[in-house]
């Protein structure tokens, strides 16, 4: 079992940055793919960004479209966790963001592939 705990969200203006954080628990997760996704109020949730291990200390990162240049996905497998930096924010990055892990490395942008989940943590972006 994998628990998964994210932190840092809050309140920023449009144009500034953030940086999320999921913290896990519970099992070494280096050969994890950890991912990021977002669901606003009324919208699905989507993918944002996905860290994947190409074996060794290789990993693989995979953005949507729209945060693609924006935001930065790491990790530092020695605390257990996976940063989500987000810069340039605007309005339509508002949305709970949630961290999730799987064992199988595919780099997948398919939320019902992984099969750990945090509770998600509150970003809110004003104009």
């Known amino acids: 079992q994998v628990q998964l705990v994210e932190s840092g969200g809050g309140l920023v203006q449009t144009g500034g940055s953030l940086r999320v954080s999921c913290a896990a628990s519970?099992?070494?997760?280096?050969?994890?793919?950890v991912g990021w996704f977002r669901q606003a109020p009324g919208k699905e949730r989507e993918f944002v960004a996905t860290?994947?291990?190409?074996?060794?200390?290789?990993?693989?990162?995979y953005y949507a479209d729209s945060v693609k240049g924006r935001f930065t996905i790491s990790r530092d497998n020695a605390k257990n966790t996976v940063y989500l930096q987000m810069n340039s924010l605007e309005p339509e990055d508002t949305a709970v963001y949630y961290c999730?892990?799987?064992?199988?490395?595919?780099?997948?942008?398919?939320?019902?592939?992984?099969?750990?989940w945090g509770q998600g943590t509150q970003v809110t972006v004003s104009s």
């Open positions: 999730a892990a799987s064992y199988v490395s595919s780099g997948s942008r398919i939320s019902s592939d992984y099969e750990y």
């Open positions: 519970g099992r070494t997760f280096n050969a994890y793919d």
């Open positions: 860290t994947r291990w190409g074996g060794g200390s290789v990993y693989y990162a």
